[in-house]
């Protein structure tokens, strides 16, 4: 009971939810660590992903922890991705600091947190938490586009599983008729888009092995390094798999079941940036209109992403205009009603914001 009412402290009926800052406090206490939060906002109609700039604010925080030789440092992390490369630049940064890295997976952490968490000595994980393939899906200038002029993202494993398909599936084994179904590939598919897919899908199975050989440095491991990235990267089939900590652990990953206090402040933790960051909340811009009775709101700020230590916090934000989209009424009046419950999203600015 003490420490259900350390966690949400009871006034009456109401329950007040603590700061992050406290959070953090105490499961460095527990832990024992030094703490930074990294949570993308994985919120319905925005898409915010791990992206380059945040290894930059991160070496902040760590220098302003004065991190002492051999403290742990726990990266509690979640996102549905992002940038391939950020994951080998940042461990690479926490490991200038200490060789003791952790990384704490309250739910989600995808694609390239999943990679993150590879270079980690450990991945604590709690009851919900989820890690996933880490087959890209890629986009260049060559990808096909929806008739709306959006490019279309190519998974590695779409492609694989094509040749599969023809190979295993409809049994064409004869070369002519493979070159035949490459060909029908190439022609819905520009070849230079094809050749990005596999530049991206070695990539990302050459950056699993160097993140994992970071802290498997024994000879042995090398079959386990292989099995994990082959796993990863080629034989989960879809990149949407949730891989829970029994499978992962099944994985061979260092996979740890923090004690009970330790689970409830890492899933605390995630419900203080869940309701921050409002990600249980879909963002759409003609309800909000809709909802406020108005045809502009400006601005609208959504938080995309935070950076959080004991020292201080960072948020990523961008501000939006929604206005109703201008009709003249002389147009005709089926145009006029769908204008009048239609939203245009404007994008103002976007940047990071530092808090003490």
Same mark, same amino acid.
């Given at each position: ?179 035949? =179904?490459?060909?029908? &590939?190439?022609?819905?598919?520009? *070849? $230079?888009? +094809?050749? /990005? ?51 992962? =652990?099944?994985?061979? &990953?260092?996979?740890?079941?923090? *004690? $009970?206090? +330790?689970? /409830? ?92």
């Amino acid at each position: 009971m003490k420490d259900i009412l350390k966690e949400n402290l009871l006034q009456g009926d109401k329950i007040i939810k603590r700061d992050s800052n406290e959070i953090i406090k105490e499961l460095q206490t527990e832990r024992n660590s030094k703490v930074i939060a990294y949570v993308v906002s994985t919120r319905q109609g925005v898409n915010f992903q791990i992206a380059d700039d945040a290894v930059r604010i991160i070496y902040d925080h760590l220098s302003n922890l004065k991190i002492k030789k051999n403290t742990k440092i726990d990266l509690f992390l979640h996102s549905f991705g992002g940038v391939g490369v950020v994951p080998w630049k940042l461990v690479n940064l926490i490991r200038e600091f200490t060789n003791n890295f952790e990384v704490l997976v309250s739910y989600k952490a995808y694609s390239a947190a999943t990679l993150i968490a590879l270079g980690a000595n450990k991945i604590v994980m709690h009851p919900m938490g989820e890690l996933g393939p880490v087959d890209p899906k890629v986009a260049n200038e060559f990808n096909p586009t929806t008739p709306q002029g959006q490019q279309i993202g190519i998974n590695v494993e779409d492609v694989a599983s094509f040749v599969s398909f023809i190979k295993d599936f409809v049994g064409i084994r004869h070369e002519d008729e493979l070159i035949q =179904a490459l060909n029908t &590939l190439t022609n819905n598919v520009h *070849p $230079l888009a +094809v050749g /990005n897919v596999y530049r991206f899908y070695a990539q990302s199975r050459m950056m699993a092995k160097k993140l994992l050989k970071l802290h498997k440095t024994d000879p042995k491991e090398e079959h386990i390094i292989d099995e994990i990235t082959e796993t990863l990267t080629s034989k989960l089939f879809f990149h949407g798999h949730p891989i829970n900590r029994k499978e992962a =652990a099944d994985l061979k &990953l260092a996979i740890e079941e923090p *004690p $009970l206090k +330790v689970e /409830n402040l890492i899933w605390e933790l995630y419900c203080f940036y869940e309701d921050n960051l409002e990600m249980k909340i879909p963002f759409n811009p003609r309800e909000m209109l809709n909802k406020a009775g108005v045809d502009k709101l400006d601005p609208v700020r959504v938080i995309g992403a935070c950076i959080e230590s004991e020292a201080k916090k960072d948020k990523f934000i961008s501000e939006f205009k929604i206005i109703r989209p201008p009709i003249p009424s002389t147009a005709p009046l089926s145009l006029q009603i769908q204008a009048s419950i239609d939203a245009i999203l404007i994008p103002l600015s976007s940047g990071w914001q530092s808090e003490k």
